[in-house]
C-alpha cells in the first residue's frame, strides 16, 4: 500500500495526463470541423438517421474558415508534445530516483 498513488504524490503527473486528454479532445473536435468543412457539418459518409435532429455545428454556426483551423490544429499539436514530452521528463525522473536507492 506504500506505492498506492505514489506517482500522483510526488509529481504532477496526474494534471499532465489530464492535459493530454483534453488536449487529444480538442484535436479530434478542431479535425472534424475541419473535416466537415465542405460538408456543412453533416458526416458525408453516412446519412442521417430518420427524423434525427441535427446538432448545432457546420452551417448552423457559420462557415468555418479553414486557415484558422489548421492553425489551431497545429497550436494543438505542439501543445500536445510539449506536455508528452514533460510527462516522460517527469516519469524518466522518478524512475531514476527509485533506481538510485
Given amino acids: ?3 498506492f498513488n505514489f ?3 510526488v509529481s504532477s503527473a496526474a494534471s499532465m ?3 493530454l486528454d ?3 479532445i480538442r484535436h ?3 479535425a472534424d470541423r475541419v473535416a466537415n468543412a465542405s460538408t456543412g457539418g453533416v458526416d458525408g ?3 442521417p438517421a430518420a427524423g434525427a435532429v441535427r446538432s448545432a455545428t457546420g452551417a448552423e454556426q457559420g462557415p ?7 492553425a489551431a490544429l497545429a497550436n494543438e499539436q505542439l501543445y500536445f508534445e510539449t506536455v508528452a514530452t514533460r ?9 531514476r530516483a527509485l533506481q538510485d536507492k
Fill in 17 to 19: 495526463k489530464e492535459a
Fill in 64 to 70: 468555418v474558415d479553414t486557415e484558422q483551423e489548421m
Fill in 1 to 3: 500500500m506504500a506505492l
Fill in 87 to 95: 510527462l516522460k521528463s517527469t516519469y524518466d525522473g522518478i524512475r
Fill in 28 to 30: 479530434r473536435r478542431i
Fill in 45 to 47: 459518409f453516412a446519412l
Fill in 7 to 9: 506517482v500522483n504524490r
Fill in 22 to 24: 483534453q488536449s487529444a
